[in-house]
Nanobody
Framework: QVQLVESGGGSVQAGGSQRLSCVVS????????MSWYRQAPGKDREFVSG???????TYADSVNGRFTTSQDTAKRTVYLQMNSLKPEDTATYYC?????????WGQGTQVTVSS
């Protein structure tokens, strides 16, 4: 079983920064990507950013230039550095690991940005 545990959420004022971490218990075979998603109340879960095994990153347009994803494979950890936060970034943030055949989710961590 693969487990992911997010941390680093909390409350921050608009314009501030927050860093989320996600530790994976092990890398499944054929791991393709680790990614971040978020879900605001009443909205669908949406993609935020992803990083593949080579370190190549992708971002949603809404966070591009403000958020940065990185990873430390020795620590089995992926990070989401969030800068210039806006109230609309308020959501539960989820970590996901995708393999050739499956994917796994973390339990999420809440980020609240106040104006």
């Amino acid at each position: 079983q693969v487990q992911l545990v997010e941390s680093g959420g909390g409350s921050v004022q608009a314009g501030g920064s927050q860093r989320l971490s996600c530790v994976v218990s092990r890398y499944p075979g054929c791991t393709r990507e680790m990614s971040w998603y978020r879900q605001a109340p009443g909205k669908d879960r949406e993609f935020v950013s992803g990083i593949d095994s080579r370190g190549a990153t992708t971002y949603a347009d809404s966070v591009n230039g403000r958020f940065t994803t990185s990873q430390d494979t020795a620590k089995r950890t992926v990070y989401l550095q969030m800068n210039s936060l806006k109230p609309e970034d308020t959501a539960t943030y989820y970590c996901k690991i995708s393999t050739c055949l499956s994917y796994y989710w973390g339990q999420g961590t809440q980020v609240t940005v106040s104006s």
